[in-house]
């Protein structure tokens, strides 16, 4: 970026509240100068009355591609793509092929990464070889190696198998992550099991698939003194699993995905393919749960769940379709829009969740909006309209279900460091550019 900016009459988060409009001088990607009235005729000058500055966003659960599905998103799409919805930090699962087991497949991603004018990549590295479930992988070494987490990104059958790596993770500095969803319960549904899936005529997923391997997991985690995070709350009978293991002291954090936020069952009336996403869809009611979970702080984040799919994996009949939904460049809009405009949550509670646990979770520093800090933070103007056009994606993958809704609220650019990305870095505020 230039070696000055000047961010002007933007409204800062303070931890409680937003300042009255205040500007920021940024040299050598720190916060050199807050406060009004500043001037810097060597900095380029960005106009931001009325935008939000926000400690940057991050993401405890996106799917990337590559390797060996680059076709879907590669790391450079996906990165990019992450930084144009506001997020300065992704940390990606393992289920990649193949999967990310060992060293050497940690330093691929991390050297890839490191290439990327994007958000800064974290790995959650594979919990056992192969993600069969069978055999842990070389923990210490991937712990090492800076895996941030270690997960299957898929539950694990054996509990045996559960245990130790739960056991084994209390002597490494690192959560496991623990993904809902008994898979021989699941078997081949593809909907939540209710009334709505019946009328259908869609094959159902118990939502005791979700709440006998959550409770396995903390019980698990709770017999060895383990740190575990939950990944995939969606009902909330789950909800209420997870505050009694906290009451009990258990060391856990759960994240709700965007989408069972967002959307309950009944909007899979019309058959579309990008609202197949695993956690199924859930009814209004555990939609409620989950979003007082979040205000009352039993469940800790908000996660995008990011699952690119191509155009040709998604158009086929319901069943057929793979599970996931892309949502990097449309989360915070949706979530100020649908729960923060409303009054469903508050500004806090949202940064909370997607700012300030996160990095609790993985051990990362605050982002701090002060002078002298390093720069890690989200521009946002909260008073701009747009209509979703999935086409105008800096993500190589289209599949939301959001798109042509209008959305209020849109994020501007990130500074990340040195790095200052989007499009009021590059002189026109209309510009979204994507990775061919």
């Known amino acids: 970026m230039s070696s000055s900016l000047?961010?002007?009459?933007?409204?800062?988060?303070?931890?409680?509240?937003?300042?009255?409009?205040t500007d920021l001088l940024i040299e050598g990607g720190r916060i050199v100068r807050m406060g009004p009235g500043l001037a810097d005729a060597k900095a380029r000058l960005i106009a931001a009355q009325g935008w939000l500055v926000l400690p940057g966003l991050v993401d405890l659960h996106a799917h990337l591609g590559e390797p060996g599905h680059e076709e879907r998103e590669s790391i450079a799409s996906g990165l990019v793509a992450a930084a144009a919805g506001g997020f300065t930090h992704v940390l990606?699962?393992?289920?990649?092929?193949?999967?990310?087991?060992?060293?050497?497949?940690?330093?691929?991603?991390?050297?890839?990464?490191?290439?990327?004018?994007?958000?800064?990549?974290?790995?959650?590295?594979?919990?056992?070889?192969?993600?069969?479930?069978?055999?842990?992988?070389?923990?210490?070494?991937?712990?090492?190696?800076?895996?941030?987490?270690?997960?299957?990104?898929?539950?694990?059958?054996?509990?045996?198998?559960?245990?130790?790596?739960?056991l084994y993770a209390?002597?490494?500095?690192?959560?496991?992550?623990?993904?809902?969803?008994?898979?021989?319960?699941?078997?081949?549904?593809?909907?939540?099991?209710?009334?709505?899936?019946?009328?259908?005529?869609?094959?159902?997923?118990?939502?005791?698939?979700?709440?006998?391997?959550?409770?396995?997991?903390l019980?698990?985690?709770?017999?060895?003194?383990?740190?575990?995070?939950?990944?995939?709350?969606?009902?909330?009978?789950?909800?209420?699993?997870?505050?009694?293991?906290?009451?009990r002291g258990v060391r856990v954090s759960a994240a709700v995905n965007l989408y069972n936020l967002l959307l309950d069952d009944t909007s899979l009336a019309d058959y579309d393919t990008a609202k197949k996403v695993m956690p199924p869809l859930?009814?209004?009611?555990?939609?409620?749960?989950?979003?007082?979970?979040?205000?009352?702080?039993?469940?800790?984040?908000?996660?995008?769940?990011?699952?690119?799919?191509?155009?040709?994996?998604?158009?086929?009949?319901?069943?057929?379709?793979?599970?996931?939904?892309?949502?990097?460049?449309?989360?915070?809009?949706a979530l100020y829009t649908r729960l923060v405009v409303p009054?469903?949550?508050?500004?806090?509670?949202?940064?909370?969740?997607?700012?300030?646990?996160?990095?609790?979770?993985?051990?990362?520093?605050?982002?701090?909006?002060?002078?002298?800090?390093?720069?890690?933070m989200t521009l946002f103007a909260p008073d701009e309209t747009y209509r979703v056009e999935p086409g105008a994606w800096c993500s190589r993958s289209r599949n939301t279900p959001l798109a042509g809704e209008t959305l209020r609220g849109r994020v501007q650019g990130t500074v990340i460091g040195d790095r200052a990305l989007g499009p009021c870095f590059e002189g026109d505020a209309g510009e979204r550019r994507r990775l061919p």
């Open 170 to 217: 209390t002597m490494l500095d690192v959560p496991i992550f623990s993904q809902t969803g008994d898979e021989a319960l699941a078997g081949d549904g593809v909907v939540h099991e209710g009334p709505v899936g019946h009328r259908l005529g869609l094959a159902g997923i118990p939502p005791s698939a979700e709440w006998t391997s959550l409770a396995r997991d």
């Open 219 to 247: 019980f698990l985690a709770e017999e060895v003194g383990a740190r575990l995070h939950v990944q995939g709350v969606s009902t909330a009978r789950s909800v209420e699993i997870v505050a009694a293991a906290k009451e």
């Open 6 to 21: 000047l961010i002007k009459g933007a409204h800062v988060w303070q931890g409680n509240g937003f300042s009255p409009p």
């Open 343 to 376: 009054e469903k949550l508050s500004w806090r509670t949202l940064i909370e969740a997607l700012s300030v646990r996160p990095r609790a979770i993985i051990g990362l520093p605050q982002a701090e909006l002060r002078e002298g800090a390093v720069c890690d």
């Open 282 to 333: 859930r009814p209004a009611g555990d939609v409620e749960a989950l979003v007082r979970a979040l205000t009352d702080g039993v469940v800790d984040c908000i996660v995008t769940d990011h699952t690119p799919c191509t155009a040709e994996e998604k158009d086929v009949e319901f069943d057929l379709a793979p599970f996931g939904a892309a949502g990097f460049e449309v989360a915070l809009s």
């Open 92 to 166: 990606v699962m393992p289920d990649t092929e193949p999967p990310i087991d060992d060293e050497a497949a940690l330093e691929f991603l991390r050297q890839r990464g490191s290439m990327v004018q994007g958000a800064a990549l974290h790995v959650c590295a594979a919990l056992t070889k192969g993600r069969m479930g069978e055999e842990l992988a070389e923990l210490a070494h991937l712990a090492a190696a800076g895996a941030k987490a270690l997960g299957d990104a898929r539950s694990i059958r054996d509990p045996a198998v559960m245990r130790r790596a739960l």
